[in-house]
Nanobody, 123 residues
């Protein structure tokens, strides 16, 4: 069973930066695509960024393109989300998960999510 533990969130002023980390245990990390999701109060969880096993990246939300960067370190079983120029609308709980592509759309593989990490951006 894969375990996912997110960290790195916090309170930051608009325009600031945060780097989120996700530690993955279990499974064969280097073969898996990984995604960062976020869930704002009252909203559904949504995919923000994806990275393939080979390091190709996609940003599902056009609002984060150019501001967020997803990356991974296979040797450490870690995936990261560098977030710059943060905006109040980025406020959410951020989660990671193993993802697979079904009919050209990424979907989370595991129903059991990690605790997430809270990101709060003040204006």
């Amino acid at each position: 069973q894969v375990q996912l533990v997110e960290s790195g969130g916090g309170l930051v002023q608009a325009g600031g930066s945060l780097r989120l980390s996700c530690a993955v245990s279990g499974g064969i990390f280097r073969f898996n695509a990984m995604g960062w999701y976020r869930q704002a109060p009252g909203n559904q969880r949504e995919l923000v960024a994806a990275i393939s096993s080979g390091g190709s990246t996609e940003y599902a939300d056009s609002a984060v393109k150019g501001r967020f960067t997803i990356s991974r370190t296979n040797a450490k079983n870690m995936v990261y989300l560098q977030m710059n120029s943060l905006r109040p609308e980025d406020t959410a709980v951020y989660y990671c998960n193993v993802i697979r592509k079904y009919y050209s759309s990424w979907s989370p593989v595991y129903d059991s999510w990690g605790p997430g990490t809270q990101v709060t951006v003040s204006s």
